[in-house]
């Protein structure tokens, strides 16, 4: 159901058309959402600005070219059900490299745990991250600004708070 979902948008500094089809487009589904307006201040930034918003148990960082798949969101929220250490869902693509990879995936396997979920789209535990916050005092570390490798910061840092990761396919 369309009202069990909340988006944050934030325009990054962005002068596309994606925020006025959001505008005129999520009412119409009944969509919850916010559209922060703001220069562009780098991925890490806006990331944290937008988890200033997040109230549900989990949460998706995107970038502005992904497609979804018909059935991404269950598949990706059935991992933190069926697995109590999940930090970090990543879903499968055609233009990724690794276990992430559609073309690695010959073998058919449905679901993987993984050590590593690339950062361009990904679904975090709520829990996760702000017992990450509670520890380190940030989400994604600050010195990543513009963003480039921070996956792979936080990965190790909520690997040694006892979390795991997953692939959904």
Known sequence: DPKDYKLVFINNGS???TFNWAQQNLDKYGI???????????WINAIHEAYKFVDTPYFVTCHNDIVFSDDWLPKMVKQFIDYDD????GPTSDFI??????NFNMRGIVNEQT????GLFCMFSKEAVDKLIETDGFFMDPI????????????????DLGYSFRIAR
Do not use: H, P, W
């Not at 919850?32 to 780098?42: A, K, Q, T």
């Not at 490299?97 to 559609?102: C, M, P, R």
């Not at 050590?115 to 690339?118: A, L, S």
């Not at 990543?144 to 690997?159: H, M, Q, V, W």
């Open 15 to 17: 002068f596309d058309d």
């Open 32 to 42: 919850e959402f916010r559209i922060l307006s703001r220069n562009n201040d780098g």
């Open 86 to 89: 999940v930090a970090m869902v």
């Open 97 to 102: 490299l690794g276990l992430q990879s559609t």
């Open 115 to 118: 050590k590593f979920i690339c």
């Open 144 to 159: 990543f600004g513009f963003g480039d490798k921070e996956e792979l910061d936080y990965a190790i840092r909520l690997t």
